[in-house]
């Protein structure tokens, strides 16, 4: 325990019930209360940011879009809004969860702990390589290089394409991506979704010819082993 989470939202009252949520579970908790803060957090080094979406002047959505390529920490919002074109639009800019409100503190809380768990590496896995072809998954560097060329991939990104091909051949349905990779045995189906989307965009764009991911209809994804 230990880590430092970074609360961004305008609602000061919810920010200091958030922040002694957390602090009561051993968390260093930085705060701020508008978009425009946020970038003069970023030399603490949060390990998590907890962000609001509807925050006056800089939104959520901006701040996210922002700051995500300086940044590979999770990044989760929060909002009132339930639509899930907003869920896809928060993960489309780089978000790894989306929680609405009203929520509950104990949920927020075990979220939080299941992306910061999420981060750590099993010293065997950080020992491996995987390849396919070209495509280098560096395990220990937690890095996708396709020949000499290095993939920009957020951190969930990493998450999912680790999860898939450290179990190359096998279907996993999107409940179980979620469970791999966010901790959690029930989500968002939007979020494995947008997520895979995105990886499959980058993997293209350096190999259009291989299908890496594989839709098995009704069912879910599978990491092909060729």
């Known amino acids: 325990m230990g880590e430092t989470i970074l609360v961004v939202d305008?609602?000061?009252a919810m920010v200091s019930m958030i922040r002694e949520a957390l602090e009561d579970e051993g968390y260093r908790v930085l705060t701020a209360y508008d978009g425009e803060s946020v970038w003069s957090m970023l030399d603490q080094k949060p390990d998590l940011i907890l962000l609001d979406i509807m925050m006056p002047g800089l939104d959520g959505i901006q701040v996210c879009r922002w700051i995500r390529d300086s940044v590979s920490c999770p990044i989760l919002f929060l909002s009132a809004r339930r639509e899930v074109e907003d869920r896809i639009e928060g993960l489309a800019v780089g978000g790894d969860d989306y929680i609405t409100k009203p929520f509950s503190l104990k949920e927020l809380v075990a979220r939080v702990a299941a992306?910061?768990?999420?981060?750590l590496r099993s010293p065997d896995q950080e020992k491996r390589v995987l390849r396919f072809g070209r495509l280098i998954i560096d395990l220990k560097a937690c890095e996708v290089?396709?020949?000499d060329r290095l993939l920009p991939m957020t951190a969930k990104e990493f998450e999912v394409v680790r999860f898939l091909g450290l179990h190359a051949g096998q279907v996993f349905s999107r409940e179980q991506i979620y469970e791999g990779v966010w901790g959690f045995a029930e989500g968002s189906d939007a979020t494995v979704t947008e997520?895979?989307?995105?990886?499959?965009?980058k993997?293209?764009?350096v190999?259009?010819?291989?299908t890496y991911i594989?839709?098995?209809?009704g069912i879910g994804y599978r990491w092909e082993k060729k």
């Open 145 to 147: 290089r396709y020949g």
């Open 195 to 201: 997520h895979i989307k995105k990886i499959r965009a």
């Open 10 to 12: 305008d609602e000061r």
């Open 203 to 205: 993997l293209a764009a």
């Open 115 to 119: 992306h910061l768990r999420r981060e």
């Open 214 to 217: 594989s839709t098995v209809w």
């Open 207 to 210: 190999d259009p010819v291989t």
